[in-house]
């Protein structure tokens, strides 16, 4: 079982950039896939970034170039850096966490676990 807390959102102008961060408790945060997916209002779920166990990268095409997701695993801690914003990423972030074999239910926002999410706002 793993527990997720979130923090660094804001509201920020175009252009601009936020780091947002998650402290993983629970099991080996090492063991599992770990990502972020956003959800805007009356929006769907999309999956922002994900990194797996062996530090394996994938990004929403989208959003390639401008995000950048991280790990420091002495620190038990996951980050999303967020360069350029525009006001489509204004959504709450949630990071999330699965077995390491399903990183793609973190992708398609439906992951085993997920923290509160923390709201970001660019206008």
């Known amino acids: 079982h793993v527990q997720l807390v979130e923090s660094g959102g804001g509201s920020v102008q175009p252009g601009g950039s936020l780091r947002l961060s998650c402290v993983v408790s629970g099991d080996t945060a090492s063991t599992y896939c770990m990502g972020w997916f956003r959800q805007a209002p009356g929006q769907l779920r999309e999956g922002v970034a994900v990194?797996?166990?062996?530090?394996?990268?994938a990004y929403a095409d989208s959003l390639k170039g401008r995000f950048t997701i991280s790990a420091d695993n002495a620190k038990n801690t996951l980050y999303l850096q967020m360069n350029n914003l525009k006001p489509e990423d204004t959504a709450m972030y949630y990071c999330?966490?699965?077995?390491?074999?399903?990183?793609?239910?973190?992708?398609?926002?439906?992951?085993?676990?997920w923290g509160q999410g923390t709201q970001v706002t660019v206008s």
């Open positions: 999330a966490a699965d077995v390491r074999s399903s990183c793609r239910n973190i992708v398609v926002g439906s992951p085993n676990w």
């Open positions: 990194i797996d166990s062996d530090g394996d990268i």
